[in-house]
């Protein structure tokens, strides 16, 4: 079973590196970029076939390490195959 | 006063305002508060920006000497180092922020004491940092530690400032509550220094940096609080820096500094954007206009309550002269920065906020910045505690063991890993690496050098609060001394517990009262500082902390001197009394487990006696090599020179009176170990006895082990092994 985690800064935190995507397109002449958001994606294959237990196991990898839960959120996905 | 205003609203005691305080404010304004005016009281009155516990202590500090070009008060503390130029440098906390999140928290205090130097139109030139970790078997404290160092080295590295100092320690008082507390140091013109103070009536305040969010809204709330578990997991304060939008705004303000546009300039630190207008209307005695829909704003919806309190990194406040906003313009556009001007400067000495066509605050200044709440917090002196001498000590350990123990203890062991992250070299002009008594910087294109060292004993401190602040002074005095630079002023931070326990306050008056008496006595003024309190965690403080940020001025850096000899068969001179001190020693707490006695007494006319002949020696050229006596007494500072110098060296073991443990490894104060050539030597006694110092012979470098006496001789290899070895294990995951 897979399961896909992806991260991004809460609202309200400053992303540099967005910040510096938006700076650069602009640059380059894309006038119609209102908004830029970084998101980290983490594809994990487990050897579990439990959807459930796939769930409560990256959920507490996504507290313990994958994410920084004071300035990130995480939203979990679990792929059937994989 | 109506029936209603009698009753402190829920409202009040969310924002930290005590009872007395919500009256006072009601007083003030002859009304209730409307929600952004109290959250500006909540923050101007908070411990962090009003120093309510701390001010009437701290007025006793000496400020002024004949180099002190600018004391507190300002944004950094500014000294005559000769020739027009000035040297700007201040110390800062950003702890509870780095226990909460240590990459941003280290960062972000890293980011805000760089603006506070060059706010003041200094270059900055060099960092320094002064970490306390718990227990390193505590499970936070990898983590804590990584994320510190990261953080510091990730900051300081983008905007191209060595970070060339510091220390870092581990006692589990700090389990709950780390410290970050970072030094700048920026050098600037003497005729071209800026200061925070607001004039002009209708001159234009200018917002300039990056643009505001919400973030770290009431972060000066959050540092005036304790932690405790439950707080721990609400956490909407953490600011997140941008080092490269602080380096475009460093050579933006530097450019700006050239023009003729500026009146006045402050950093939005802690509570933001309220306490920088705040501040700086306060010190030029006006008052301010401003309309918030001007200010840049990140995000959509952002209300005026959110405005005023964010603690969005990377911005400051200005006032410019009228007329000028243009060409000031095109300095923050010419580096891609936010610039807007978003008030203006009145003679009603009221700030006036308004947003939408809407008045949301109007508030007199002087109350809410001048005259804040002041407190005499009860204070309750810390027990006595018996002196402690070497006779009385048991211990099984040869000293050989001792030693060994000692230099790769938590406190004492190499920091390679923590500074081998930072670039201590950007800029090119640091001439005294990490590792030494104290930093050394080129001051850019001259042949003079700035000296730089952070110090405090926290055990002596938690002791004998008075004697630990005076040890705390006096120790940064003999780091200076000890690379040629003649002291010339400190910063300081002071971090404590909860002020409103009486042992508590009672370790902040005791430290204070000691670090100023020391202060007087060595013409070693503060010129800037901070005050970091409730620093617990569920009623736990942490050990009572005055960290010294001292600077010192070195005239020819061809004459400065670091801690490795540089030739076998040099003449080891020790400067000072020796008596054996034991108590509160590193000796009785890493190798007999105890914590106790009394700390080693501070006699301040021996260490100006002693200081002022070291220096004397060092200049003269004499000097071969030179290192304060601190934690681990005699011992450590030689085995600490020979690591450095790849000699070995002798150390004689007098058999008198005094045991060899107090000799080895007692902690008097007042101390150097000197290394000089044989020829020079007897002339420096002689010099000592002409003017009262002690000093005599106690050995000779050479050889590639370091003997004690009659032990068996101990190779550098051994020794280096061990004073590298704890940190790497400890982050690798052993220890």
């Keep these: 079973m897979q399961a896909r985690v992806s991260i991004r800064f809460k609202d309200g935190v400053l992303d540099p590196e967005a910040a510096a995507i938006e700076g650069a397109l602009r640059g380059l002449g894309f006038d119609g970029v209102r908004g830029v958001r970084r998101v980290r994606v983490i594809e994990l294959d487990l050897d579990t076939n439990e959807p459930e237990a796939a769930w409560a196991s990256v959920e507490r990898m996504c507290e313990r390490l994958l994410a920084n839960p004071v300035i990130e959120d995480a939203s979990v996905e679990i792929l059937k195959e994989g | ?735």
């Design chain 2, 1 to 735: 006063m109506n029936a209603a205003s009698t009753i402190v609203p829920e409202a009040a005691r969310e924002h930290g305002l005590s009872e007395a305080e919500w009256h006072r404010v009601v007083g003030i304004l002859g009304r209730e508060p409307r929600p952004v005016e109290l959250g500006i009281f909540s923050v101007m009155w908070s411990e962090h920006c009003s120093y309510k516990s701390s001010k009437r202590h701290l007025a006793t500090f000496p400020t002024k000497a004949p180099w002190v070009v600018q004391g507190p008060g300002e944004n950094a503390g500014v000294v005559d180092i000769g020739d027009g130029q000035v040297a700007v440098f201040k110390m800062e906390s950003h702890n509870h922020p780095s226990f909460i999140e240590p990459y941003q928290g280290a960062a972000t205090g890293v980011g805000g004491i760089l603006r506070d130097v060059f706010t003041m139109g200094a270059r900055p030139v060099a960092l320094l940092n002064a970490l306390r970790f718990g227990a390193p078997e505590h499970p936070r404290t990898r983590h804590l530690v990584r994320g510190v160092v990261a953080g510091i080295g990730g900051y300081g590295n983008c905007v191209g400032v060595p970070t060339v100092g510091g220390e870092a320690t581990f006692h589990r008082s700090y389990n709950g509550n780390i410290l970050v507390n970072a030094m700048a140091v920026g050098v600037a013109e003497k005729d071209r220094v800026f200061y925070a103070k607001a004039s002009g009536i209708g001159n234009p305040v200018v917002y300039v940096g990056a643009k505001t969010g919400r973030d770290g809204i009431h972060g000066a709330t959050m540092a005036s609080a304790e932690f405790s578990e439950a707080k721990e997991a609400a956490r909407p304060t953490v600011q997140v820096g941008d080092p490269f939008t602080e380096k475009l705004l460093i050579e933006a303000c530097m450019e700006l500094m050239a023009t003729d546009c500026l009146v006045a300039i402050q950093d939005m630190g802690a509570a933001g954007l309220t306490s920088s207008s705040f501040e700086m209307a306060a010190r030029g005695g006006c008052g301010v206009e401003m309309d918030l829909d001007q200010v840049p704003v990140r995000e959509r919806n952002m209300t005026a309550y959110e405005i005023m309190l964010s603690e969005s990194q990377e911005r400051m406040l200005c006032v410019l002269k009228e007329g000028q906003e243009a060409e000031a313009a095109a300095v923050f556009e010419k580096w891609d920065l936010s610039f807007a001007t978003v008030g203006r400067i009145t003679d009603t000495g009221r700030m006036v906020i308004r947003m939408a066509g809407e008045t949301v605050a109007d508030v007199p200044i002087d109350p809410v910045a001048g005259a804040s709440p002041v407190y005499d917090r009860p204070h309750e002196p810390a027990p006595p505690r018996l002196p402690f001498y070497a006779e009385r000590l048991m211990s099984e350990e040869a000293p050989g063991d001792a030693l060994l123990r000692l230099l790769g203890c938590p406190d004492l062991c190499a920091k390679r890993w923590i500074w081998e992250q930072y670039d201590h070299m950007v800029m090119a002009d640091t001439v005294g690496r990490p590792g030494g008594d104290a930093a050394v910087v080129r001051v850019h294109g001259t042949e003079k050098g700035l000296a730089l060292t952070t110090d405090c004993t926290p055990r002596y401190v938690e002791a004998d609060p008075r004697l630990g602040g005076m040890q705390a002074v006096v120790e940064a005095w003999r780091n200076l001394i000890t690379v040629g630079a003649r002291p010339l002023a400190i910063t300081n931070c002071l971090n404590f517990g909860n002020p409103e326990r009486p042992r508590v306050m009672g370790q902040l008056v005791g430290a204070i009262e000691g670090m100023a008496e020391a202060c007087r006595a060595l013409d070693f003024p503060v010129v800037s500082g901070n005050v970091s309190l409730y620093n617990e965690t569920d009623g736990r403080a942490v050990q009572p902390t005055p960290n010294v940020g001292g600077v010192g001025l070195i005239r020819d850096l061809g004459r400065m001197t670091g801690i490795a000899f540089d030739a076998p068969g040099l003449a080891l001179l020790l400067v000072g009394e020796c008596v054996g001190w034991m108590g509160a020693s590193l000796y009785l707490r890493e190798v007999l487990g105890r914590e106790e006695g009394a700390p080693p007494p501070v006699d301040l006319a021996a260490e100006r006696r002693a200081g002022d002949m070291v220096l004397g020696l060092i200049e003269a050229g004499i000097v071969r090599a030179a290192h304060d006596l601190s934690d681990g007494g005699l011992a450590v500072a030689l085995a600490e020179m020979c690591m450095a110098s790849g000699f070995g060296a002798c150390l004689d073991v007098p058999d008198d009176n005094l045991s060899s443990t107090g000799w080895l490894f007692g902690e008097e104060q007042g101390r150097y170990l000197l290394a000089l050539r044989e020829a020079d030597a007897q002339g420096a006694l002689d010099l000592a006895r002409n003017v009262g110092v002690l000093a005599r012979r106690v050995g000779t470098t050479g050889g590639d082990t370091l003997i004690l006496g009659a032990e068996p001789p101990i190779s550098l290899d051994e020794l280096r092994a061990r004073h590298e070895g704890f940190l790497p294990r400890l982050m690798n995951g052993g220890a």
